[in-house]
């Protein structure tokens, strides 16, 4: 559990730095060379380097690709190609429309996550680094947070649960770089690292020597490739360095003096004699000469550990995790009160209809959410299902009731949607009713922009009544006009109370930031409007989008080769608007335009209020170019250029962090702080697919579309990872999006536009133990978090703010702070989990900080409620505590496997093989079995089960095999059974073979003596020996 730390610890940490493993982010800064130059300027670039980041890229990507060979996709088959790069695997597997870009993203944040662990006090605490031979509590942190991983993902917080994976993916491959593993001889990973029940045997004593000192080369650092003791190597001792600047539990950990213990070492650590393996250099890594050896174990390691997240939580919810499956999420936030009752009946309809165009289609939206509100707050649980006819069933439980008054609790609903709700989902806001709840709306917002998702209020109102920005009179459209398109439908004036039209800006602020729309509609076409749900949905790129347009306009905009379909959307009343295509067609959009037919493209809806057509441009040479929008408003108009494409950017900001062993970048969450040292990373994705030539430009755009500042793109040539200087010190005021520009392979000039809106703000928080937050039902947490005044030239005045997701109060030691240049502060966070809260659930606690000017900063977290313990359980759930108090994984033997010698060639290796495994579990029982490679024919059985045996058999093409064994406390255990060769049977296995061909050899003789005496005609009778079959034993 997260407690209170003394700020000095973390000032102490900016001087001396933590010991840390892998480097948390390498990356090559143009004009700067890599950010670990500063403290090794001899470093050469050249040199392959293997970072968290590009260590759990691999292991994702072994992962991934074993998942697409073993999952077969809905279309197709999918080719594996030995070198596929992963958004070459994820196209072939989902088709080369299908965009990378949510899993991308939710990749960078794993990635960025292990990154962490090497910050702050984080990085500090030998324990998140299996440091100064702190092996024991090292492990018992990550079995701990193993069971958390899991039921996160079970909880559908995926968020929390790639948080919490990072965290733990980072101290399992510090295990290799810290530890001597490799040099007492091991050259295959640890299978035991991180898992419930799982201990380390051979560790050497606290009072225990292992190091001699090293001797320094010329250029000052040590030389250290043979300074463990001998006979610590011999009797395979593990141990790990210790460093400089370590902290447990806010006291500073020294290395024994006097005793000859290792060190850390490096440039930062002057304790001496040290053994990591970071890098490969000796400017940091004493044993630069084992980086390449470690690497690949902690490659090897991670790629177990995520293979065993797979098997706990199943394909289907492990493609949902990674963010992989290619059409988002549809969430439903739906207003109850009395006076939604119209809506109610509409939405039910359009639902309905969205079940046959679900069944039919090739990747339906991963999920299904719907979150209904009233006053008070909810009116029903959260319904979550990967099937409309359960959200449809939902739907129809419904009774619009309740409210009262003018405004209704939007956001509170908006937060809990937020916090179910995937990365890139949609979300749709649909209410007649203004705020009741701003203290929420900051929380919300950066809930939204935290998981990159596009929030969509649809606003349902009288018709005589203003709508958003307070403007009166929306019957100014032509009446006639209208009731020529709906000629069944009349606007009738309700009796509806008049909503407060000021707060209702705010639905408009939260649309601009997360990337959507502002939608009003007359309650009588909410069923029209609500044809946007019916459309296929996928990740968009955004090709242009403007806000707060009053006046004609004329937008022009590219669609390069890499765009296969766009969509228009304007949202607010125009007198006209038409689309002109590089081949000179004109495409009319006006409400008139509704009843035609139009073969060029499809509308999803025209009504008044809302335009949104798509036109598909894949067979379409003539129409790759410069398209042009003319819009002649009248009222405020907000409008969007959409793309389907696999090409887009996901711009992420990060601070250098320099105050550790090993530099590295760590990412900004909230907005980017004034006068910080930024760095803007652009990941493009469809670099891989080879479809740009170039970028020219990019630039910082203001929301009426100025040109703010021009950012010094580095390189023409494309990258997947591009780090741009982020003059954070020269933006002013104001909201800005990211606009990226160049051509494409084929000639064509592209231009992309981030979703996503920021600003700069006049503070920086985060919570220096960690966004890990967990506590049982009934528990009090403290819970640190710092708020640092960036600004350089003067001071200011921050209110602070905590939310919850599911509502739990939270108090905070001060709501309000005045801080000094650059001056920073620690606050505590108080709360209590509420006792009827279920052990295994998750929330997402926000705090922000608002200074006088107006621009927030913010920091989230993820709590885990675990499983009381047994002094403090409350009745009902005495069961499954008793159930989560078990460290003992089920235990799995081998018997009776055949050999597949002689059998392993190309030519012969379709020979088949067997094993039979037994697994068993006393207390709570077997949950689940899953093998890699993948194995059908595992016999289904009862949850909870306490024995099962599992016949294997495959062909000797496939000689290797690991079987995976859950229980119900999500223990597991495995057992790889590597029948490549006689070597690797097990120890019973290679006795049987010996005794039995000793006993073969006896046989033959006795059979030879027995015939010579026969011959000579002897009349002694022989028994023949009887050839025993000896069982083999497990490995």
């Not at 909870?944 to 597991?972: H, K, M, W």
Request: hydrophobic share 35%; aromatic share 8%.
């Amino acid at each position: 559990m997260l407690r209170a730390t003394p700020l000095m610890v973390y000032i102490l940490y900016s001087v001396w730095g933590p010991a840390k493993g892998f480097l948390g982010r390498g990356t090559l800064l143009e004009d700067k060379g890599d950010i670990f130059n500063i403290y090794c300027r001899e470093f050469d670039r050249s040199t392959q380097v293997w970072h968290h980041r590009e260590i759990t890229r691999e292991a994702v990507r072994r992962v991934i690709v074993q998942y697409f060979k073993e999952v077969p996709p809905s279309v197709g088959v999918y080719n594996h190609r030995d070198g596929m790069t992963l958004e070459e695997a994820y196209r072939e597997y989902y088709g080369s429309k299908a965009s990378p870009q949510p899993f991308l993203y939710t990749l960078g944040r794993l990635v960025d996550a292990a990154a962490s662990a090497d910050s702050g006090i984080l990085g500090a605490d030998p324990r998140y680094h299996f440091g100064s031979e702190r092996f024991s509590e090292s492990q018992q942190q990550l079995a701990s947070r193993w069971r958390r991983i899991v039921q996160a993902g079970l909880a559908g917080d995926y968020s929390a649960a790639i948080y919490m994976l990072g965290l733990s993916l980072a101290t399992i491959q510090d295990f290799y770089s810290h530890t001597n593993w490799i040099e007492i001889g091991n050259n295959e990973f640890s299978p035991n690292i991180g898992l419930p029940g799982m201990e380390f045997g051979n560790v050497a004593t606290p009072s225990e020597g292992t190091c001699r000192d090293c001797p320094l080369e010329e250029d000052g650092f040590e030389s250290c490739k043979d300074n463990i003791l001998q006979e610590v190597i011999d009797q395979m001792k593990l141990t790990s360095g210790y460093s400089d600047g370590a902290f447990v539990n806010g006291v500073r950990l020294e290395k024994p003096r006097g005793l000859g213990k290792c060190s850390h070492g490096g440039s930062r650590d002057r304790s001496g004699s040290g053994i990591n393996k970071e890098l490969p250099t000796a400017c940091f890594s004493p044993h630069h000469h084992l980086h390449q050896e470690a690497a690949e174990e902690a490659i090897q390691a991670s790629e177990f550990y995520l293979n065993l997240v797979r098997g706990a939580v199943g394909d289907a919810l492990f493609s949902r995790l990674l963010s992989l499956h290619p059409s988002p999420a549809i969430v439903l936030v739906l207003d109850t009160t009395d006076s939604m009752k119209e809506e109610l009946s509409a939405l039910t309809r359009v639902v309905r209809n969205l079940l046959e165009r679900h069944s039919k289609a090739t990747y339906p939206p991963a999920e299904y959410l719907l979150v209904p509100f009233n006053d008070p707050y909810l009116s029903r649980p959260v319904t979550r299902s990967q099937r409309p006819d359960e959200i449809y069933e939902a739907l129809t439980q419904l009774r619009a009731t309740g409210g009262g008054d003018e405004a209704e609790y939007s956001m509170s609903a908006l937060r809990l949607a937020l916090h179910y709700a995937p990365s890139y989902s949609h979300v749709f806001l649909i209410t007649d009713a203004s705020i009741k709840d701003p203290e929420v709306f900051d929380s919300v917002v950066a809930m939204a922009k935290d998981k990159r998702i596009q929030v969509t209020p649809v606003l349902t109102m009288p018709v005589s009544y203003g709508g958003i920005l307070g403007r009166s009179g929306l019957l100014k459209y032509k009446l006639s006009s209208r009731d020529e398109v709906y000629p069944e439908k009349r606007i009738s004036v309700e009796t509806r109370a008049k909503r407060q039209l000021s707060s209702f800006t705010k639905y408009q602020e939260l649309a601009q930031m997360s990337g959507g729309l502002v939608i009003e509609t007359p309650s009588d076409l909410v069923e029209e409007t609500s044809k946007i749900f019916e459309a296929e949905q996928y990740p968009m790129a955004v090709l242009w989008r403007e806000d707060g347009v009053t006046s004609p306009r004329i937008v022009k905009f590219p669609v390069d080769s890499l765009v296969s379909e766009f969509e228009i959307s304007i949202s607010g009343m125009v007198d006209s608007a038409a689309l002109r295509s590089p081949s000179g067609i004109r495409y009319d959009l006006s409400l008139r335009a509704k009843s035609s037919d139009h073969p060029e493209y499809t509308v999803v809806v025209i009504t008044p209020f809302l335009i949104q057509v798509r036109v598909n441009v894949t067979q379409r040479q003539s129409d790759l170019g410069e398209w042009t929008l003319r819009i002649d408003p009248s009222d405020v108009v907000s409008l969007a250029v959409f793309a389907r494409t696999s090409m887009n950017i996901v711009p992420v900001f990060y601070r250098p962090d320099y105050g550790s062993t090993q530099p590295s970048l760590q990412r900004i969450l909230g907005q980017p702080g004034k006068d910080v040292n930024t760095f803007l990373d652009v990941v493009v994705t469809g670099v891989d697919t080879a479809g740009l030539r170039s970028v020219t430009s990019a630039h910082l755009r203001s929301l009426d579309g100025q040109e703010l500042i021009k950012l010094d793109f580095p390189t023409t040539s494309p990258r997947r990872n591009t780090y741009l200087d982020f003059p954070t010190d020269k933006l002013r005021a104001g909201m800005f999006t990211i606009v990226v520009l160049g051509t494409d392979s084929a000639g064509y000039n592209f231009r992309r536009e981030s979703g996503t809106v920021w600003k700069v703000a006049e503070s920086f928080m985060e919570f220096p133990l960690g966004r890990e937050v967990w506590g049982y039902p009934g528990q009090n947490l403290t819970v640190p978090v710092i708020v640092q005044n960036t600004n350089r030239n003067s001071s200011n005045t921050f209110f602070l703010a905590v939310n919850d997701a599911k509502g739990t109060p939270i108090a905070l030691s001060q709501p309000r702070v005045t801080l000094g240049r650059n001056e920073s502060v620690r606050l505590n966070l108080y709360m209590t989990i509420p006792r009827e809260s279920l052990s295994s659930t998750t929330s997402t606690i926000v705090v922000t900080a608002t200074s006088i000017k107006g621009d927030t900063s913010y920091a989230v977290a993820h709590l885990s409620v675990s499983p009381v313990n047994n002094s403090r359980i409350v009745k009902r759930d005495a069961r499954l505590d008793r159930k989560y108090q078990d460290q003992v994984p089920p235990t799995i033997t081998e018997s009776g496997r055949t050999s597949c010698v002689g059998y392993l060639s190309p030519e012969d290796c379709n020979h088949q093989w067997s094993v039979k495994f037994r697994l068993e579990d006393s207390y709570p029982g077997l949950l689940k079995v899953t093998t890699t490679p993948d194995y059908r024919s595992i016999p289904i059985f009862s949850s909870g089960v306490q024995t099962l045996e599992v016949y294997y058999s495959a062909s000797c093409c496939q000689p290797r095999v690991t079987i995976y064994a859950y229980d119900l406390a999500f223990n597991v255990n495995s057992l790889t059974v590597d029948n490549s060769d006689s070597a690797n049977l097990s120890a019973g296995a290679v006795s049987g073979i010996v005794i039995g061909s000793i006993a073969a050899i006896i046989l033959l003789l006795a059979l030879v003596i027995f015939i010579v005496k026969r011959q000579r005609g002897g009349k002694t009778e022989y028994v023949i020996p009887r050839k025993t079959r000896r069982r083999h034993s497990s490995e």
